[in-house]
Each structure stands twice: as C-alpha cells, then as structure tokens.
C-alpha cells in the first residue's frame, strides 16, 4: 500500500527506470542506426542515413531477408494447415488422452532450443535436409505448431458449443457447420495464430543456426554472426527496421484480437 | 452432428502429431542414443555402445564447472530478475485501466523482438566505446569492462528474460484484490506488514512460475551468453554448440544436451514442490 | 444537524468533510456526528459519496478538506492501520490464505496481543456470530452468509472504537439479508459499539438504523431517525427515495391549498406558493365509500384501470382527472376486488399529502 508522499514518489521513479532498463537497449538503437560514424560512437559525430543506404549494398542481407520473409510464410501457412484440425479433434472431440496429446505437442517450447537444433541437425545430416528448404520449414513447425495449436484451442474455447448445435439442428451437416458456423468465428484465432507463428519463425534464430547451409540463411542467423564478427551501426539500421516490422505486425495483431488475448495473458 | 464424423475427430490429430514425431521425438531419442557412442578425432562417431563420452564427461571438472557456472549463473538471474520485475508488474497491476493495457504491451513487445536485436543493443550500451562506459567516464569514473565477461551477459540476460517473469507476475496479482490490503491496514496492519503478510503470500504462485521460466530460460539461453560473453563465458549451451559445430563431437554435445535437460528436470521437481508447498498454505 | 442523537455523547464528529476528485465533489461539506452507540446508516443511491463518506472515517482515502473526530481526538491525517475502526466489506475481503481463526487473529497480532489471549478472543467471537466450529476452516470453504459473519467477527474482535459497515448485505440474496441484518443490529446494540452502515436499500436503513443520513450528489439530504426520514421527509428526493410515492405536478395557492387537476387538496409541507410536486404513498390511500368532507382529510373518485392481486396486497391504478393514482389495500377475505373501469373513491389524510417545491432534477 503506497498511498502518498515520497514512498510513492521513490517508487514511481524505481519503475520509471526499471522500464528504461527493460526497454533501453531496443531504444538506444534507433539514434544509433542515423549515426554517421563508421564505428559505434557516443554521442555520434553526426547523423545521416548512410547505415541505411549501406543496406542496399549487402546483397547477403538483402536475400537472408528474403529468404526469412519466404520461411516465415510458408511455415504459417503449413502451421495452420497442421494445427487447425489438431485444434478442432483437441478442442471439440472427447477421447482420451487429449491433454497427454497437448502436452506432447506443447513439450518442444518448454525445452532448451539448443538442444531441439542439435537434435535436428543430427537426424538432418543423415536425411541431407541441412541447408534445406525442408529442412528448416520443419525446424521451425517444430517450435511454431505449438504456438498456432495453443492459441487455436483457445479462440474454440471461447466459442459456445451451442451455435454449433443450433446450426446442426438446422440441419447443416458437420463439414457445413465447421466452415460456415466454426471457422468465420474463429477468424481472430486464426489471425493471432497466423501473426505469432510468422513472428516466432521469422525471429527464430538458434535452432536455425543448426539448419542453415552454407547457401541458404535467413536474416536473424545472418545477423548473429555478423554481430559476432563486428558491431558497427549497420546492424542498428537492420535491428530499427526489424523492430519497426515486430510492432507493425503487433499492432495488426492488437487490431484484430487484442494482443492480451493473444499472448493468453489474464484479461481484466 | 453425425455419428461418422464424431468417431473420425481423433484423426484430425495426426498431422500435428506426425510433425511431432518426426521434428521432437525422434530426434529427441536419436539424440540420447548418440550420446552412448564414442566420439573420434576429426568427427567420426563410433558404430558400438560405448560410456566412453559419459566416462569423460563426469571425469573432467571442466564440465563439472561449466555445470555449476551455468546453474549458479541462472539461479543470479533469476534472483535479480525478480527483483527488477516486482516493481514494474506491481505498477501495471495497480495503474487505471486505461493506462494497464498500453504497460502491458510495453512489456510484452520485448518479447517479440529478435533476441539478436536485443543483444546488439545491449553491445551498443555495454561496449567499450558505448553508451554507459562513456556515460561513466564523463562523471569521472573508470568503469569496470562490462561486455565479454560475466557482468555483461547476466545484465543481458536479466533484461531479455524480464517479459517472462512480468508475464507471471501479473498472472499471480490476478488474485490480489485492493480491499484485502484495505482489511488488513483496517486490522492495523503498516504497509510493509500488508505486503508482506498479505501481498507476498498471495502472489508467491506467480512469483514461482516466474523464478522457474527465467531459471529454465537462462540456462538454454546460447546468443546472449555467445554474443555478450564473446566466447569466454563458458555454459552448458555455449558448448554444447561449440562440441557441435566447432569440435563435431557429437557424442559429447548430445551428452551435455542431456545434462541440460537433467537440469531442466531438476528444476521443475523443485517448482513442483514448492508450489505445491505455497498452494497448500494459499487456497 | 451536528448534533448528536439526544441522550448520547457525541463519539463520532464529521466536520464540513469534503472529498475532490479532480473537478467533481463526490462529497460536500458534509457535517453530523455520531452519538456513542449509535448505529447511523448512510444511505443514498450509487454515486451519492456515501461510499466515499465511510472510506474517509476509515482512513482508506485521504479527504480533501474538512476533519473527521473520534472522542475528541483529530484523526484526519492518520493512516488507517492507526484509527482502531473495524471495517466490514462489501465484498467481504477475508484473507485467502488464513484460515478463519487467522483472519481473526491477525488484527490482534497487529495489536501484540499475547497467543493465549489472542486464541481465547478469536473462540469467543466466532462464538458470538455462531461460527465456533469454523475456526481452522479457510473462507472459501464458507457460504455466503457464513463469509459475511467471519468479517463482522473479523472487524468487532479487535474492539474497535468504531465499526464502519460497507454494504455488507448487498453479496447476499433476500432471505439471508434479512436475518443477517438483525444479526448486526442485535451484537450492535449488545456491544453498544459506535456504528455507521453505508446501505443503498431502504428497507434495511429503516429496519436497523438508530438514524438515517440520506446523501444525495455528495450532499446530506436529511438527518433523522426512520420515522422523521419516512414520515416527514425534508425533500422531494428523500420522499421519493424511501418508500414509494405518487409523484404528480400540481400547483399551491396562496391559501395554502393545492390544485391537482381538477382536485382541489389540502397538503402538508412547507412550499410556497406556485409550481409544486405533490407525492402520496400508494398504502396511504384507502378505497371508501364516499369522498370524505372536512379538515384532515382528501379524497376524489375515479375510474379503476387496472387492478392486480398481489396475495398480501391489492394494487389499483385508478385514474382521476388527468392523473393516475397508485392505490395499495391490504387484502383480506371478502374484500371485495374492483374491476377495471368500475367506478373507485378514494379517501387519504392530509397530512399524507406531502407538497414539496417543483425541482428541476425530479
């Protein structure tokens, strides 16, 4: 209970600067990518758009940015395709062993992802997915379908079952009631869904360190190791326009379900 | 519906369940199996069952080390990511409605940034030419090398795991109700004894919940730490990816994989208990 | 109006208290006190800052101008871990995590009472709401009612100076509330504890308080015990407020006499001449057989449109002139039952007739 005076007003500036700490670092490079140094300098000398002009002159970037944008559109597209069914058999069916079933699909996100890539790469190796297509579109189901899977059985959850049954009762039979009843309502299920698995795939860096091939990278790999090699203020110029595509897409998402809801915090 | 329908539901199940089969469990087994086999020289793996890796393994105290490094090192982050998180979620929890929401995207959204964008951005505060270095040496101080060392990734990593533990705190606060701390200042109850008597008790299961995603969350963590600690802070996940990609010993990575999910497994039977421990004196 | 009920010494003072959010007043310069042992109610709809009002003697919101006095002794500035007033929410608030025992204990550890003398308190008020076997239960385990006694115990067991009451029947349904709330007035007055109770409903006001505050928009509408609040209501609000009235538009001659339409009635109240409201209690109308003549009483003849049977009670809506009047009659076998439009005269006392000045807010 801090109801007044300088206990509030200590506490007030405690999580004033607990925030900066949380949000500094994804701040601080916003001035960073307009400086006009060649090496990360504080204050900058000046400030340009010369980081961001460099950009077109890194085709490696430039198409490990493709690459990602392809990636991450496939595997929403097949997440969907994987996970909607799961979600309707795990949301609307009665049998046993739905939970173990959840839990089974649900069990690579509560596990170290270095060690789900060094499994991967293991198996891959002997399969010749390692710098494959393939290969990294089912890296990435790996950790996506639980996401797409979760938030799927949520937004069925919170449809009542009744307008199933009154469409039945109308005599819609099942496949009608699922498309014409089922599916519209779900709409901002699939949304979110479809928002978080491009984000988490198009994010998705350590489990990609292990698939990626000599000729085929995509943009979070191909920026860890260059960060790896050197820090100039390149990667701030790549890091702003990443952060600026996460928010946009965010903000999309909190348009159309309300990111809360999305995420499965607790409302209210 | 139908009959036919209702009985062939459980098959809608199978894709999802193959893309689990073939991505999480085989690889997950084949992995254990692997970590039975000898590693040889120039990355060969041994066709026969051999202890031989776990006979190294538990033999060197250089694992041992990294072992304890990495536990110790996620137990600190923990501890201080509670700390700095506390706050921040006991605000949210408290702000008018209206301003909640917006507090609460602010700290999810971290969550939804590269790991990558936000270790850089840690470098470019952190580094030697960075933003708090010549912050410090303007005020007169010499500060102390905050990046490729220890320091640098714990700060990191505090930051970068500090959405999950608001996440779980403010799960936990959904039991908190202001007239409970009311009642027990009524009952002549000082602030610190309300918090302490009725708001630490009352949020201890999301306070758990958050202790064990960011202990679980530490000890995978492998950018931050490689990024951040510049190949001299050692952790399980560091090498295991370096025993993987660097040294191609495959048997030996698999065998620490394993040590990290014994951690992981050791961890939750901790939570469990614990929690199960507080549930029982909570509701 | 501030001074105490006679015969009690005042225990509780509020003076010219006044609570600011931002532009608004929730409450005005708000003064009455409080005799010891007295149970006042506060009673006003939603939003009239009698919630406000008990926060602020509770110590649970600061006020913005004015003092709260207990005994003589200035409390406005004190937290409220130091007031010493039990509070019975309206939620309850008990403590999730304590058993019953503890959450009576708890007040008493704050007051470092000894463990021996806490246990034996604690039995002995869980004996005084009926919950003696309660004690190592938690409170979700617990009914409603059960819960409700818990926090009465909770708050009385610290003998408190005061004990401030916060809609503390409105969790229950109709049955409970009723029993519950002879409950409180019966350890009230054994205790002969100092008690305000913040209440939207009539009813229970009327039933238990020793005195009534009606609030209204933030400011104290009337002060007085159930039968001045209910008999002689100061204002148009309060009339309409507690218990049921016939609210018609009328007009006040200078001879004091009110014209209703085509009626022509004698009224009590203190309204000048000119636009007036007239109200008459619906229970207060007696249907007879012909207009009555003479000093005290009204009467008037019209034509019934509806009559219902509500067991207990017949209601008529006869209409007269212009206006329709709420007519109710405690029925008992043989009364005769009118039928829409049969003919109905009407007869009630003047001093029923209550003629308030026309508000704009009515």
Redesign the interface.
Known sequence: MIRSGPGRLFFTVLVALLFLFLLGPVLLVFPLSFAADSVITWPPSGFSVKWYLALLGQPDLALALRNSLVLAAIVTGLALVVALPAAVAIGRGQFAGRDALMTLISMPLLLPTIVLGLALLILFVGQGLIGSWTGLVLAHLLVTVPYALRVLVTALGTLPASVEEAASSLGAPALSVFFRITLPLMAPGLIAAAAIVFLVSFDEVVITLFIVGPKLTTLPVALFHYVESRTDPLVAAVSVLMVLFSLGLVAVLERAVGLRRAVGGKGG | ??AT??NL?????L???A??L???????L??AG?SFREGLPGGGIGAAFSLATWGDLLADEFYLEILLRSVGMALGITGLALL??Y??AF?VHRADARWR?LL??????????????????????L?D???LP??LRGLGFAPPRLVFNMTGVVIGLV?IL??YMI?SL??GF??L?Q?????????????L???W??VL??TLPGILLGCLLVF?LT??S??TP??LGGGRVLLL?TE??DQ??VTLN?PL??AL?LI??GV?GAALLVYGRISRAAER??? | MTQAAPGTAPHLLLDRLEKRFGTTLAVQALSLSVGRGELLGLLGPSGCGKTTTLRMIGGLMPASGGRIVVAGRDVTALPPHRRDMGIVFQNYALFPHMTVAQNLSFGLEMRKVPAAERAARVQKALEMVRLGAFAARRPRELSGGQQQRVALARALVIEPSILLLDEPLSNLDANLREEMRNEIRDIQQRLGITAVFVTHDQAEALAICDRIAVMRGGVLEQLGTPYEIYERPASEFVAGFVGRANRMAAVREASGAVQLGPLRLQGSGEAAPGPVTVMIRPHRIALCDAVPEGEGWNGATGRVARSTFIGDLLSLEVEIGGASLLVEQHTFAGRAMPRPGEAATLRWRAEDTLVFPRSAAA
């Open positions: 519906m139908s329908p209702r539901l459980p098959l809608l199940v894709p999802a369940v893309v689990n073939f991505t999480f469990l085989w690889p997950m084949n992995l692997l700095a998180s706050p921040i605000f929401n609460v995207v602010a700290c999810i959204s971290p969550l939804l940034i590269s790991a990558v964008v936000r270790t850089y951005g840690w470098l470019v505060i580094g030419a960075g933003f010549v912050i930051e500090m959405p996440l403010l799960a959904g039991r109700n007239t409970l701390e009311e009642a027990a200042a009524s009952l002549g109850a000082p602030p004894v309300v918090f008597r009725i008790p009352l679980v000890v995978s492998f950018i490689k990024l996940a295991i990816y993987a990609i495959w990575a698999a994989s990290a999910l992981f004196s909570i509701a």
